[in-house]
């Protein structure tokens, strides 16, 4: 048994607060938006090269406590450490112990992307058994086809994958575009990423999948062209990568972009303005895939 507390506070505060809550004995601590679930609930979006995200105005602090004598004690001694004037409304919730593996493991159903493809978490059966069904779990990586960017990328890939055709995926997470790649014909795909836990997942679940899939990391000298080029990123990584992708490109290579916001597509295309033209050919909740090629 644990005890969840919740406390609100402005974005001056919360990070202040929720230090003192750790420093208190908090066995975890996370701040979440006190206005989540409302017209008024704000969504962020931060990735590398963009200003630091300030927290909510309206924030709310959720501490993971064991059960201890003076609990109301530590929290309101932790506000005061914080900085914060005056005690916020303690919301105390039991937390009962339960198997959080199986747990977890209802959250993942199967992912159907077409008729054809299907992402499937080893716990499951495949709905479809005479689909393509990429086993893949949820993982450190990046990538388990829930997101609308990797959707976005495997209908692409679904589309434009024919037999023999070489494939780069560049930010490859957890390995799922190369490997869904290589079970709809690919010939050589090569997966690259900058974290190297992520290529150590993506590696595990090529093997997993029977997919010969080669993965390096971004350090490594990268010279060769692919007939594809796919790289599901962020929005900043892409418009600095735009020299290096659009140079791996084989003369008539087609290209595919996601990580990018609808309101964020025009800087990206602008960002590659100078070696093709991008354009939207596809949106999903909000995020677009952007889809161009090089001239033959």
Not at 96 to 115: C, G, H, K, M, N
Request: hydrophobic content about 45%; aromatic content about 6%; charged content about 20%.
């Amino acid at each position: 048994m644990w005890v969840s507390v919740a406390l609100e506070t402005d974005a001056a505060h919360a990070e202040a607060l929720s230090e003192a809550l750790l420093a208190a004995g908090a066995i975890s601590v996370s701040v979440e938006d006190a206005l989540a679930g409302t017209e008024l609930e704000t969504p962020q979006f931060g990735e590398p090269g963009s200003p630091a995200t300030p927290l909510w105005d309206d924030s709310r602090v959720v501490a993971l406590f064991e059960p201890m004598d003076d609990l109301i004690g530590r929290i309101a001694a932790a506000v005061t450490a914080a900085g914060i004037a005056d005690l916020p409304e303690i919301v105390l919730d039991e937390v009962a112990e339960q198997d959080w593996v199986r747990l977890t493991q209802s959250q993942f159903d199967p992912i159907r992307i077409s008729d054809r493809l299907w992402i499937v978490p080893s716990w499951h059966t495949a709905p479809n058994p005479a689909a393509i069904n990429l086993e893949l779990d949820p993982g450190l990586a990046f990538g388990t086809g829930s997101h609308p960017t990797t959707r976005l990328c495997l209908e692409w890939l679904e589309r434009e994958i024919q037999p023999g055709l070489s494939l780069l995926d560049y930010g490859c997470g957890s390995g799922i575009l190369g490997i869904a790649a290589l079970k709809l014909g690919a010939g050589d795909t090569l997966g690259i990423d900058i974290d190297r836990a992520a290529l150590s997942t993506a590696a595990d679940n090529a093997a997993r999948n029977h997919a010969d899939l080669r993965l390096a990391h971004s350090s490594d000298a990268l010279e060769r062209e692919f007939d594809r080029v796919v790289a599901n990123i962020l929005t900043n990584p892409l418009m600095l990568l735009a020299p290096l992708l659009c140079a791996r490109l084989k003369p008539g290579g087609r290209l595919a972009l996601s990580g990018v916001l609808e309101s964020q597509a025009a800087q990206v295309i602008e960002a590659y303005a100078p070696f093709l033209t991008l354009r939207i050919g596809a949106v999903h909740e909000g995020w677009v895939r952007l889809e161009g090629a090089r001239a033959c």
